[in-house]
Structure formats: C-alpha cells, structure tokens
C-alpha cells in the first residue's frame, strides 16, 4: 500500500510513469519521525537511473513536536557549507499524497549509525581515532557557519550573547509544563538551579545542531562521516550547548567517561578549540550538561504523555518514559548535591 | 504452587528472544523486539517489591515535608512564597497516611506528595546557602538524599546499548553454535 502510494509519489514529482519502487522498509532510529528506506529505478533521457531514498514522515505521536520545513531548509542550506548530510530532495507539509508531512532525501549507503554497532563492531576499532576528529571538525564547521548569509536568520537569534542560556532554559521549562504528567522535583529544582548559575554570555551566536552525538551521524569502515543527521532541534545559540551535549552520560555509550564512546573529555575540548577557535569553558559546559540531561528528560516526558493519551502504542515511548531516574541522578550530580 | 509475576515476565521474554526474535525478518520488527525486552526487563526489576517501595518513600517523604514544614516555619515571616510553601505542606501533611496497598493508590499518593515536595525544593534552591539558612539547607541535603536514592533505583537510557550489545553477543554466540 505504501510502497504504491510513494511510486504514485515519485512518478508526479520525476515526471515518470515508469517509476518503480521496491525494498520499502520501515528502518529503526529517528524516533521524532517514522524513517522509511526505498530503492526507486526509472527512466531518465532514455536511460534507465536507480537510487536509494530515504523517507522520513511525521509519525502520530512523538518524542519531539518539530517542524520538518525546518529540517530540510537548514540541511539544504549547511550541505552548501560543506557539512556533509544527505542531499535533500522533496519536501511536502501536508497529507495530500501519503497522510501526514513528510520529506524525502538521499540514502547513503556503506554506513553504519547505531552506537552499538560503530562502538561495538571491530571494524570500527581501528578508525575510532579518525572517527573522533571528523567529529570534531564538522561540529566546529557547523559553528563556523555564517547563518545570516546562508539565509537562516528565519531560526530566530536569541536577544543576545547572554541570552541564549535564558532562552533554552525557558524553551525547555515550556515543553515539561506542557508534558509532564507527574510532579518533577529535580527537574524543576535543576530549572530553578540553572536561572541562579547561567553560564558566561555565548562566544558568538552560531547555529546549534543541538542533538549532535554518536548515534547521529553515518560513518564508514573508514572513520570518515559522510552525513550528520537529526537536526529537527536545529537553533541558533551558544556553540557550548553542542560540546555540552555532546559530553552527556547519555551518548557516552559504552558505560566509561570517553566522550560520546570515542575519546577522552580533554581530547575533545583541545580538538574542537583547536578547529573553532572558541575556549571551551568548564564552568558553561556544566551549565549546558545540566541543560541537556534536563532536555533530554523533557524528550522522554513528551513520549510518555504521547503514550499514556493513547497517540502512540511505542514501546519505546513507553520504556523511555519509564526511565528518567538515572537522568536525575545525573542532574543532581552535575548541581553538586 | 503457581508461576508469580515475576516468573511469567520472564517467560514472556524468554520466547521473545528464543522463539519470536529469531524469525523476525525486519530491523525495525527486531529493534522494537528489543525494545519490549528491556521494557519487560525494567517491569520485572520493580514488580516484586512495586507496594513495599512506594509505601515506604511515603513515608520518607511525609517525614522530609514535616522537617521542611519546621524549618520554613522560622524563615516564613513576612516572605510570601516561603508561607505559601508552608501552608501547601500543612494541607498536604493534613490530608492523613496511606491506608490502602493497592499499587495505583499508593503511586497517587506518592504523586500528592511529590507534588509538594517539588513546590519545597523550587522555594529552597531560591533560599539556600543564606545566612541563617542552615536548618533549610539540611533539609536540603536530606531531601536531595532521597531524590537519588529513588533515582538510583531506575534503568538507565545509556544501559540501553550495553543491552542491546549483550543481546548481540547472545545471538551471535547462539548462531555459531
């Protein structure tokens, strides 16, 4: 059924009725939006074309209510920067042709995303090095945007440099009281903790991917990154924010302190002043730690009430919404208390 | 003699794993497979002991809003958010003990309570450190005591891919037998 609606799809937007469409597959990851894979084969000045797609469609319910334009502008206009992500093909925000919003994009194929398996699988032991340092260097290319002449000051800048940690704060305060069904006392402590300890005013307001980590990025046998994915909280704001969350327990992985599985916390801070130029200062990537933990907490808790309303029958909605405890454990660690 | 909670949880991840995952043909279907064992894993890990914890972090935590409710009693004169706290703590305290053992009504209760606390912590994260302070600091600390000993309790998301690699090994260990 879905398979024929999207060649139905493809055949208005290529201007082919020949298009055919197989190996459609439901693929795990991305919980904010069903991702589905596909091969499409069809004619093209008389010669017959194949490709691999991606298509990524706004699910009933999810973890993160996000705006998927949003998406798709942000990474058309960072691939020009030279950061690499799949190209992206077709936009449509409405239900017209497969029930919900959804985007289309470039599968990259030979690569592997799940944590468990680019930490995991020897094939990746002997790149985890030159892994670490593509990841460094793309988060620092990504700070390095000039986001007014790439066209997405539609993001919205915070009032100013000393603004951006007032801004996610509240951003975030927003979402739990729109979606916690419990009372949350170390989040709303850590809320109240973060206003009393805002960090120095941002180095520079720069585009923050702000769910930058392993887990979100395509990486070959080779150690070298050939999409960074995931850019649904794409913002503008402090560059700590990113280093921050990449730093969080929770994309360490493996159980160690080893920064998102792949290096050392002094590695990472050296690697990324080294490419950006920013300092890396320790007092706001403990600010921005316990913002993300917090955030991150926020995400599970817009599952969880997705579920328990009864517009996801997700496991995972269930299991992650289960689950905070060890997040506050984490929180309350990074307050001192 | 009959198979408890516990023991049927385990049943049903046991053909999960064994009989269900292995003809599954999708990554999304084995992803969500795994999905559903660490949800079963995380009820079975509460199940037996779900009443006896609940009633007593009950407790605990009348016992953390009474000392709370004293020690912002002496700090509460002429501040209004500190004598809001108190009377919400008096309210509450009012409200009399748990009676009931039924899992959703203890977990109710300990929601009341909690929603209290969280009114305390918020006014005490704005009081702490003062001079004067240090009756409300202590119960800080104790109240902090008790938020990561429930917290210490919970699974954690960053268990998951040291599951899912534990499932992994399995699998493969089992395939080249």
């Known amino acids: 059924m879905l398979e024929r609606r999207i060649r139905e799809y493809l055949s208005v937007k290529i201007h082919d009725d020949s298009v055919a469409v197989s190996n459609l597959q439901r693929i795990p990851g991305g919980a904010s939006r069903e991702t589905w894979s596909f091969d499409a084969e069809w004619r093209e000045n008389g010669k017959k074309v194949s490709r691999g797609f991606i298509l990524r469609r706004d699910p009933d319910a999810s973890l993160l209510e996000t705006e998927r334009d949003l998406e798709f502008r942000v990474m058309d206009a960072v691939a020009a920067h030279g950061v690499p992500v799949p190209k992206m093909y077709w936009l449509e925000s409405d239900g017209t042709f497969l029930d919900r919003p959804f985007f289309v994009m470039e599968r990259i194929d030979g690569c592997e995303t799940s944590p468990t398996k680019v930490l995991m699988d020897p094939r990746f032991y002997p790149v985890r090095a030159k892994l670490a340092e593509r990841f460094v260097d793309i988060l620092a290319c990504i700070h390095s945007l000039d986001w007014q002449a790439s066209g997405l000051a539609f993001l919205g800048s915070p009032a100013g440099e000393a603004a951006c940690a007032l801004t996610e704060i509240e951003r975030w305060e927003a979402i739990l009281d729109r979606d916690a069904l419990e009372p949350q006392p170390v989040l709303r402590a850590a809320l109240r903790w973060m206003r009393r300890h805002l960090p120095p005013p941002a180095q520079r307001i720069v585009l923050v991917h702000a769910d930058y980590r392993t887990g979100n990025f395509l990486c070959d046998s080779d150690g070298d990154i050939k999409g960074v994915l995931d850019w649904e909280m794409v913002h503008l704001g402090d560059p700590m924010e990113d280093v921050a969350w990449a730093c969080i327990r929770p994309w360490r992985w493996l159980g160690d302190e080893n920064i998102g599985g792949l290096m050392e916390r002094e590695q990472f801070y050296k690697l990324y002043e080294d490419a950006s130029g920013f300092a890396v200062v320790p007092e706001a990537i403990r600010f921005w730690e316990l913002l993300g933990n917090v955030k991150l907490a926020a995400i599970f808790l817009t599952g969880a009430r997705s579920f328990c309303e009864g517009r996801t029958r997700s496991p995972m909605m269930a299991f992650l919404g289960r689950n905070i405890a060890r997040l506050e454990l984490e929180i309350m660690d990074l307050m001192g208390v | ?177």
Not at chain 2, 4 to 13: G, I, T
Not at chain 2, 42 to 50: G, K, M
Not at chain 2, 53 to 82: K, P, V, Y
Not at chain 2, 98 to 123: K, Y
């Open chain 2, 1 to 177: 003699m009959r198979p408890n909670a516990v023991e049927s949880l385990r049943a049903a991840q046991a053909a999960l794993a064994d009989v269900i995952a292995p003809e599954l043909a999708s990554a999304f279907a084995l992803d969500s497979a795994q999905t559903v064992q660490m949800l079963l894993e995380s009820l079975a890990s509460e199940w037996d002991t779900a009443a006896e914890t609940l009633s007593r972090d009950n407790d605990t935590l009348r016992s953390l809003l009474s000392a709370a409710g004293h020690a912002l009693r002496g700090a509460s004169a002429g501040n209004e958010s500190l004598g809001s706290v108190v009377s919400e703590i008096e309210q509450r305290l009012g409200d009399g003990g748990q009676t009931s053992l039924v899992i959703s009504d203890l977990a109710s209760r300990n929601s009341s309570l909690r929603a209290t606390l969280e009114s305390v912590l918020v006014v005490l994260e704005d009081v702490t450190g003062r001079a004067g302070c240090e009756k409300i600091d202590e119960v800080r600390s104790k109240i902090y005591e008790h938020l990561g000993e429930v917290a210490t309790r919970g699974w954690s998301f960053w268990d998951v891919s040291s599951f899912r690699g534990r499932i992994a090994a399995l699998q493969s260990s089992g395939a080249g037998r």
